[in-house]
């Protein structure tokens, strides 16, 4: 055995507190984001989490829906979303459930910077819910050309990723065989920043270029 102050025993000791802190900074450490969701989802009750996220300190308010409250993709999905506190940038095909925009809006009152790329062709279909959020203040920009703008993802404070297949209706999360992504490794976000980025500034409305004689159609976009 080693006797106290020894220089086997100090070195001992130096590399015992060393892998202290090394645990207790593991510890700490959040665990990494790596989550799969498949659809179709069954109907469930989502009022007390959005209820929740309205007043974080207020108690849930009872929901007298008859729907259970569950553990389901969609719920999952929801919550990722409802962890935004800086931004969310959004680029979705087609937009068309409700109780997602309501979770959009609420970031958005919440003073979290929302942006949003969609088709401009889907935007405008019955029960699209781009119109609303548009409304409501959050700043919507969409394609300007024969393609579609059929991304489908999602960035929570650049820094989680969120995407897949699911377009956001009702349809496609109740009904269709669907898979989405969750992960925060920066590798897989960065491309997915710079892609929304470039979108960005692509469709920026003073980028637009209209037929002679159009300039009365233009479509105001909030910006």
């Known amino acids: 055995m080693w ?9 001992l000791a130096v590399a015992a507190a060393a892998l202290a802190v090394a645990v207790a900074a593991a510890w700490r450490r959040p665990r990494p ?27 849930a308010r009872p929901c007298p829906c008859p729907l259970p409250r569950a ?9 990722r979303l409802l962890s935004a ?9 087609s937009f068309s459930c409700p109780l997602l925009a309501r979770a ?19 935007m405008g279909l019955q029960g699209s819910q781009i119109g609303r959020l548009r409304q409501e203040g959050i700043q919507v920009r969409h394609d300007q050309h024969s393609g579609y703008m059929h991304h489908k993802f ?24 669907e898979n989405v992504l969750v992960v925060d490794d920066a590798e897989c976000v960065k491309p997915f920043l710079e892609e929304f980025e470039r979108m960005w500034e692509e469709y920026n409305p003073t980028n637009y270029i209209f037929p002679k ?3 009365s159609n233009a479509v105001e976009i909030n910006d």
């Open 71 to 79: 553990d389901t993709s969609l719920s999952r999905l929801v919550r």
């Open 104 to 122: 959009v809006h609420l970031l958005h009152r919440r003073g979290v910077r929302v942006r949003l790329v969609t088709d401009a062709q889907y």
């Open 3 to 11: 006797a106290v102050g020894s220089p086997q025993g100090a070195a």
């Open 33 to 59: 984001v790596r989550e799969v969701l498949f659809f179709p989802c069954r109907p469930c009750c989502l009022e007390a989490l959005l209820a929740e996220a309205e007043a974080e300190a207020a108690p």
């Open 85 to 93: 506190r800086r931004s969310l940038d959004l680029c979705i095909f």
């Open 154 to 177: 999602a960035i929570v404070d650049r820094r989680m990723l969120i995407t897949g297949s699911l377009n956001w209706t009702s349809q496609a999360i109740q009904s269709n065989r």
């Open 213 to 215: 004689g159009s300039a």
